[in-house]
């Protein structure tokens, strides 16, 4: 969406200053006709990402987000004024970065901007499908049935994640622990039996003399290991630089094993919840379409919605241009066709969002349950083999002393 200032005249001759979001010239035109205006000057403002005082987007959390949303769902329910509801949440709110968050919205507002263009003025804070969301309710009046429906999918996502990190922190620990024990074994106890060698005057094994340089190097260089995780951020960042390197990026994401498969049905009930919403809140499906390619991360699944779009502009039924693409699950096509058939496709939609939840979820299980035993065995096996090698070395020096 982009926010564009127009002249226009109406049927007396008045001639009328004001501001639109559309997501082009053409759609603008259209919007002053409807209205019985006559487009005399359109021109795009430039787009501000304006800091929010001070504040960033880390200071601003999800489940501030989530806080804000729903004050206002229920605000806006009661038939609460716009303007007069984010007076109300900026008097509720103690976090002084949410405070001045809802009092920019609220001036925004009280200057004539409607919700989504003041929201778009925050691309920190609010994400495009949440300002593409706000948008679709305000242009089709039912932003008191689409605000529920958005403060819904905040809460299921947050959940989901805090689901993930939640999972992941004993096998994190264990990893941790088990690196560390083994960097101290090679920096204080290796170079022990360094000395005992030199004390018996013997030739060392290979093996051994390769940990011992191994154990030498991280005895003066540790710091270098330190380098090596914001190194490896760096490069993964440089992938997202280009929209080719992001496609290549995503396509090997997607072939990892078992980790590709948990991607794929993340964001399938990303798609499925979102799409579901905007239907069921009377958003039209090349609209929802649009509005969804925002909210899915991975560049491989939004450049195939991108084409699922194109081919429902030409007339293609949504559940047969899913299954050309070929990149979503079976599963979701399939359905589709039913819901299109029987008229309840975004009640389907809804519904397999749960089943991809369902599924994400036992695959986490599945893999965090894996991921312990797996480093414990993987841990074992270094030190077991670190301390196999060292004592081989020292019982070959002996016997051949004797």
Known sequence: MHQYSYQACDIEGNVIHGQLNAENEQEVVSVLQSRQLIPLKIEQQAETNLPLFGFTRQSISNRDMIDFTNGLC????????????????????????????????????????????????????????????????EEGGILETLLPKLSNFLSTADEAKRTIISAMIYPMILLITGLGSVLLLMIYVIPQFAQLFVEMRATIPSSARLLLDFSSWLKMYWWTLLVVPVLAAAGWRQLGTTPELQLQRDKFLLKLPMFGSLMLQAESSRFCRTLGALLAAGIPLLKALHIVRG?????????????????????????????????????????????????????????????????????????????????ILVLGIVVGAIVITMLSAVFSIVDLAK
Not at 92 to 101: M, P
Not at 104 to 128: C, I, M, W
Not at 327 to 348: A, D, K, M, N
């Open 74 to 137: 229920t605000l806006i329910e009661a038939r609460v004024p716009l303007d007069r509801a984010l007076t109300l949440l900026e008097g509720l709110t103690e976090k002084a970065a949410v405070k001045q968050l809802v009092s920019n919205l609220r001036q925004d507002v009280k200057e004539g901007k409607t919700l989504a263009a003041a929201l778009q003025r925050y691309p920190d804070v609010f994400s495009h499908m949440y300002v593409n969301m706000v948008h679709a309710g």
């Open 295 to 375: 909210v899915i991360d991975n560049h491989v699944l939004s450049t195939s919605l991108a084409q699922v779009e194109e081919a429902v502009r030409g007339g293609t039924s949504l559940g047969r241009a899913l299954a050309n693409a070929g990149t979503f699950p079976v599963l979701l096509s399939q359905l589709v066709i039913v819901g299109e058939e029987s008229g309840r496709t975004s009640t389907i939609l809804e519904n397999l969002a749960e089943t991809f939840d369902s599924y994400v979820k036992q695959q986490t299980a599945r893999i965090v349950a894996l991921a312990e035993p797996l480093l």
